[in-house]
Nanobody
Framework: QVQLVESGGGSVQAGGSLRLSCTAS?????MGWFRQAPGKEREGVAV????????YYLSSVKGRFTISLDGAKKTLYLQMNSLKPEDSAMYYC?????????????????WGQGTQVTVSS
């Protein structure tokens, strides 16, 4: 069981920035950030494959968000710039050990408790 603990959420105005962190007991095949707003399904935001560092982004966050990892600190990051009100959601860190899907939540077997991001206009 991979332990994941997120931090770094908060409230910002539109156009602002936040950096989310996820401390992991270990890195797995793929690590990702997902988000879920009230009344909406959980959606993948950014994923990184730990072996080759390939990254994938939700189209609406490309160019604004950056996913990265620090192996020495066992920490996954999500740098979020130019935030918009529609980015408001609970953000979750996830770890997947396999599977062929990038953004399908069922491909990820370990989840953090989530950190809230609220962007005001």
């Amino acid at each position: 069981q991979v332990q994941l603990v997120e931090s770094g959420g908060g409230s910002v105005q539109a156009g602002g920035s936040l950096r989310l962190s996820c401390t992991a007991s270990e890195f797995t095949y793929k690590m990702g950030w997902f988000r879920q707003a009230p009344g909406k399904e959980r959606e993948g935001v950014a994923v990184i494959y730990t072996a080759d560092k390939n990254t994938y982004y939700l189209s609406s966050v490309k160019g604004r968000f950056t996913i990265s990892l620090d192996g020495a600190k066992k920490t996954l990051y999500l740098q979020m710039n130019s935030l918009k009100p529609e980015d408001s959601a609970m953000y979750y860190c996830a770890a997947g050990s396999g599977g062929r899907n990038v953004f399908v939540p069922s491909d990820y077997s370990n989840w953090g408790q989530g950190t809230q991001v609220t962007v005001s206009s």
